[in-house]
């Protein structure tokens, strides 16, 4: 049986689903909700570390994650996780961590299709000239949680 919890966060709303024993998902979204009847005590450990993370006390996530994707996109999403709190990696060398250096399009298709934001960072994914490019959640929100790292580092 799967849950779903809109989490009212700093940078807006935060959609998170869980099935029994794991995260799903966590989406930045424009949904709001005044019906969370739905917070198990998995989805209250994730908001408890997703304040910590906005409270500038978190630097890493120990959660139990079960995004769905394909064999790449999972290879993908294990790589962001390698990104340090508070740096960028461009395409490019996302595209060497997962051993394909030919790859940086499907690196971006991937970091799109990542349902975990901020806990698999693809926010620290920039182009290969340190622009801010491509993010599920706005280039806004992208823009404020790299501030954030760089301020709590």
């Not at 779903?4 to 794991?22: F, L, M, N, R, V």
């Not at 739905?38 to 995004?67: A, S, V």
Request: proline share 5%; glycine share 8%.
């Amino acid at each position: 049986m799967n849950h779903a919890y809109i989490y009212q966060s700093t940078i807006g709303p935060i959609h998170i689903k869980t099935d029994e024993h794991s995260i799903l998902s966590v989406l930045l979204t424009n949904e709001i909700c005044n019906d969370n009847h739905d917070k198990t005590p998995l989805i209250e450990e994730c908001i408890n570390q997703l304040e910590g993370y906005f409270n500038g006390k978190r630097k890493h996530f120990d959660l139990p994650l079960n995004p769905i994707g394909t064999e790449f996109q999972q290879k993908v999403w294990q790589a962001l996780q390698q990104i340090p709190y508070g740096e960028t990696r461009s395409y490019k060398e996302v595209a060497h961590m997962v051993g394909n250096v030919k790859a940086s399009r499907a690196i971006g298709m991937a970091n799109n299709k990542n349902p975990l934001h901020i806990i698999v960072p693809c926010h620290r994914v920039v182009g290969s000239d340190g622009t801010l490019v491509g993010y599920a959640g706005g280039l806004d929100k992208k823009r404020w949680l790299l501030e954030h790292e760089n301020k709590h580092r």
